[in-house]
């Protein structure tokens, strides 16, 4: 599973698009905590062989396009390109029309809405459907541990970033405090801090792994952050993002050990004595919190190396 829930769209009616399109980014980003990049739009079916289908997660196609019918479309493309990735069409004539003109093909996996009335709601269902499908705690579990390696990535760039750029003047406040924070937890490492420390050889620390951990990592982005509050739209002062971020961190820990477990018909994930009941609401609430930290890092690694 990834974070970006990506819909290939056919609508030759711009106007329509647009509006329709709105209805499904809410549906994906506030109700389900995924990305909506923007679709991709095709008006007619004179692109379909240069498209990669492998990419999308789902099909929504007007019945009526510009010089083309939507099921002939879609029929060419299951059997042309071997695409079975769900489908749904939608016309203004209404939800029976629509079934009435896909009675000639055998389209597996489509779904039949009004333009109007039932296409949010019929949206929704089959979205989240698809989503059922690939919710699991394994796809949970290596979502998870890819979109968090890669904030640890980031966070990794803003530390590097504020060093280097020195905005606002903070790179010897950074460094201090960077040195200070791990010379705590370094004992089995002291003849190689105490090198690095007396050489003022800082790269050396914040690309130590051991030394400078996720933990410390976290605990120098939030100083960073402290410092350069001012200039942040989101305050995140004191120590929003870092208890926060731990948090996220400690159910990445916990997912990467878990075991799963039915109790009164209720998925629970346990590792030692701690236990979380895998949900639909626990899914959203992570997807939307990695999204969330993704997105503020992103804004921040901007500002330290502008």
């Known amino acids: 599973m990834k974070l970006k829930y990506n819909i290939l769209w056919f609508e030759d ?3 329509s698009y647009d509006g329709k399109k709105e209805l499904v980014k809410a549906i994906i980003e506030d109700e389900l905590g995924f990305h909506f990049p923007e679709p991709r739009r095709e008006i007619d079916g004179q692109n379909i062989q240069t498209i990669d289908y492998d990419e999308y997660d789902l099909l929504i196609v007007d019945l009526n396009l510009a010089g083309a019918k939507g099921p002939a479309l ?74 968090t390696s890669d904030i640890d990535t980031t966070m990794y760039q803003i530390i590097a970033g504020a060093l280097e750029k020195n905005i606002n003047g ?33 790269q050396k ?20 952050i402290n410092a350069i509050e001012n200039q942040l739209t989101n305050p995140h002062k004191p120590d929003v993002f870092s208890k926060s971020y731990t948090t996220l961190k400690r159910t990445r820990d916990l997912l990467a050990h878990v075991i799963e477990d039915n109790k009164d018909g209720k998925k629970i994930l346990r590792s030692g004595n701690k236990e979380l009941e895998f949900t639909d609401d626990f899914c959203f609430k992570l997807r939307t919190d990695v999204k969330k930290h993704s997105s503020d890092l992103s804004v921040i690694l901007e500002l330290v190396l502008s």
Not at 173 to 184: A, C, L, Q, R, T
Not at 205 to 224: G, L
């Open 205 to 224: 620390v914040i690309k130590d792994n051991v030394m400078f951990d996720s933990s410390e990592k976290i605990k120098a982005v939030q100083f960073i």
């Open 13 to 15: 009616d711009k106007v």
């Open 170 to 202: 903070i790179s010897d406040g950074v460094k201090k405090f960077i040195f200070e924070s791990v010379g705590n937890k370094v004992n089995e490492k002291k003849e190689s801090y105490d090198k690095y420390f007396k050489n003022d050889n800082i």
């Open 74 to 147: 879609i029929d060419k493309i299951r059997h042309n390109e071997n695409i079975f990735t769900e489908v749904i069409f939608y016309s203004s004539e209404g939800e029976k029309a629509v079934r009435d003109a896909l009675k000639e093909f055998e389209i597996d996996g489509a779904y039949c809405a009004d333009r109007g009335d039932d296409f949010e709601d019929k949206v929704r269902r089959v979205i989240k459907t698809t989503v059922k499908k690939i919710q699991d705690l394994n796809n949970m579990r290596g979502l998870i541990m890819a979109e």
